[in-house]
């Protein structure tokens, strides 16, 4: 019972924390361009379906508060497209704005477009790595019975998802955060060669604004390249 009571009070407690930030990303102020300066590792974030980049703005500005230029693509809108489409969306920036070491920060569908860009649209090697949050990288037993194509796209038996799910070897440079209980996605996020952090928590989007993944940002975007992206990078 007591389980039972704490995963409920979760559910509030997220759907709260969605009509917050949902409202902030329509009727706040902040501007992209307020957060590209800094001459630490360049960020790159990708929020979740229907998400526009603002939602994500505690981890902007953890991310910008230490250093680093934190870039957004814009042309996402509120990312209803499918995941390649999307990626090709995010590659094209990237290399538009000439970007380089680049770690993306990415929620929920955001980091199945992070992946998809790593594993098949980032020929220069111009991406060293992803922390993904909530992300249902084996896709969630529950949108096999939505009706809506944007969310039923996350069924594991999407093509997208299978072929992500089948591609490892960018799974090395990611880090998969994620909450114990997640009412979205019964499978969990954790991803097979990937580093992956459970946080003691519940909820798909309040653990955007936890200090323990503002920390786990941080410390991934002053970290060193891993050696075999750097191998890669002078092939």
């Not at 519940?202 to 191998?231: C, N, Y």
Request: charge should be positive; glycine fraction near 8%.
């Amino acid at each position: 019972m007591r389980n039972a009571l704490q995963k409920g009070a979760w559910w509030v407690a997220d759907y709260a924390f969605v009509a917050y930030w949902q409202c902030r990303a329509i009727f706040g102020r902040a501007r992209v361009n307020d957060y590209r300066s800094g001459q630490k590792r360049p960020v790159l974030v990708i929020p979740g379906v229907w998400e526009r980049w603002s939602f994500m703005l505690p981890l902007v500005r953890a991310a910008h508060s230490a250093g680093h230029p934190v870039f957004v693509v814009t042309a996402l809108g509120g990312n209803r497209a499918p995941v390649d489409e999307s990626a090709q969306t995010v590659a094209a920036f990237i290399q538009a704005n000439d970007l380089e070491d680049v770690l993306i920060v990415a929620h929920s569908k955001g980091g199945l477009i992070g992946k998809y860009v790593m594993a098949y649209r980032d020929e220069r090697c111009r991406i060293t790595g992803m922390v993904a949050v909530s992300t249902p990288f084996n896709g969630s037993n529950y949108a096999r019975f939505l009706m809506l194509p944007s969310l039923r796209a996350f069924s594991p038996d999407d093509p997208t998802v299978r072929r992500l799910a089948a591609s490892r070897e960018v799974n090395p440079r990611i880090v998969s955060v994620y909450a114990q209980f997640d009412p979205h996605i019964p499978g969990g996020s954790g991803l097979l060669g990937a580093q992956n952090i459970e946080l003691p928590t519940g909820g798909h989007f309040r653990i955007l604004a936890k200090p323990q993944t503002f920390e786990i940002v941080r410390e991934r975007a002053s970290a060193p390249p891993s050696a075999d992206w750097a191998a890669r990078r002078v092939e």
